[in-house]
């Protein structure tokens, strides 16, 4: 079964400054995806990025990155430049990549990120 | 286009009463899921739906809850009777593609307060 791992329950940033959310997940599958999602106070998840486990490339949105290494299983989510609207509850999650509409999203216990004005 | 509708937003209950969500997806979303998801956990599946059909229950407490999509478009995801630690916010997420991306749709979910 795959498991992943937040251990950052809660974080804090100052405006404008640099962070980076950890997680760590277990799988013995080789084709996957990983995401992180963003939960704003009382508003929808949505999707922040997106990373293909075949891919080496670390995949970017604008002020969003992540670092993705495969070996140690590893998938931190970096925000450079935070904005006040970066406050949200942020969850890692793991989804089998062998196609098919039929998968599911496995998530972490999330980390909880204020930015500071 | 509009997204993913829930309701209620919030509901108070006493255990052992009854409750039921209803969720409407982005038009045209073949497959849709019921999260759970309790204060400082993850979401966790309930249940996930492809069209009418049923996909994956496994981890949806059977003698307590139900959930339907009839005609493969609303969802209802029904409790009875409540337990206490049944209080969290129920989250629905809809997909629209042959391929899961997994970039899931999300509704604004539904908290339930079980006293």
């Known amino acids: 079964a795959q498991t992943v791992t937040q251990s950052q329950p809660e974080m804090s940033v100052q405006e404008a400054e640099t962070v980076t959310l950890s997680c760590t997940y277990d799988t013995s599958e080789n084709n996957y995806y990983l995401f992180w999602y963003k939960q704003p106070p009382s508003r929808q998840m949505i999707l922040v990025i997106r990373q293909e486990a075949y891919k080496q490339q670390n995949a970017t949105e604008n002020r969003f990155s992540v670092n993705f290494q495969k070996a140690a299983k590893s998938f931190s989510l970096k925000i450079s430049d935070s904005q006040l609207g970066d406050t949200a509850m942020y969850f890692c999650a793991f989804m089998k990549g062998y196609g098919g509409a039929t998968n599911k999203l496995i998530f972490g216990t999330g980390t909880l990120l204020a930015v500071q004005p | 286009e509009a997204g993913v509708a829930q309701s209620p937003r919030y509901k108070i209950i006493e255990k052992r009463q009854s409750v039921a969500f209803w969720c409407n997806p982005i038009?045209?979303?073949?497959?849709l899921y019921w999260y759970q998801q309790i204060l400082g956990q993850g979401p966790k599946l309930l249940i996930q739906?492809?069209?009418?059909?049923?996909?994956?229950d496994s981890q949806l407490p059977k003698d307590r809850f139900s959930a339907e999509r009839l005609k493969g478009v609303d969802s209802t995801l029904k409790i009875q009777p409540a337990k206490l630690e049944d209080s969290a916010v129920y989250l629905c997420?809809?997909?629209?593609?042959?391929?899961?991306?997994?970039?899931?749709?999300f509704g604004e979910g539904s908290r339930l307060t079980v006293l």
């Open positions: 038009s045209g979303h073949a497959t």
């Open positions: 739906f492809q069209n009418n059909g049923v996909v994956d």
């Open positions: 997420a809809t997909f629209g593609g042959m391929v899961n991306t997994g970039e899931l749709f």
